[in-house]
């Protein structure tokens, strides 16, 4: 939050937070216990035109290259949290296939 909050208001308005999750399979319901593993790295985007932006595709590929990379080489799943500047955040799973195409 420190970063987004860092940059002026009208340029940026999202931080993108990669999550390597071990052992994931995609598609099966959570469980508890899944492990979930924070990349580093935090990738700051405009998305006052959504998805549609350039710089908030670019920040949400990044990021999901950098969860891949964060599983290492071992079987698992590529996850994201989008933050919001008012700390509301949304967190979702990356197709395998999404995130091997931006490594």
């Known amino acids: 939050m ?8 009208e ?6 937070v ?3 999750l071990p052992q994931r399979r995609q598609g ?3 469980r508890v216990g899944q492990r979930v593993e924070g990349v580093a790295g935090c990738w700051l985007a405009d998305s006052r035109s959504w998805e549609s932006t ?6 949400r590929s990044a990021a999901s290259a950098a969860a891949l990379r964060g599983l ?3 079987p698992g799943a590529a996850a994201l949290v ?3 500047r008012s700390g509301a955040w949304t ?5 395998a296939q999404a995130a091997a195409l931006s490594a």
Request: glycine fraction near 8%.
């Open 2 to 9: 420190a970063q987004l909050h860092a940059q002026p208001v």
């Open 11 to 16: 340029l940026v308005d999202h931080a993108v």
């Open 18 to 20: 990669a999550l390597a």
């Open 28 to 30: 099966e319901p959570w």
């Open 54 to 59: 350039a710089g908030f595709n670019a920040a």
């Open 72 to 74: 290492g080489g071992r």
């Open 82 to 84: 989008v933050i919001e």
């Open 91 to 95: 967190a979702f799973e990356v197709p």
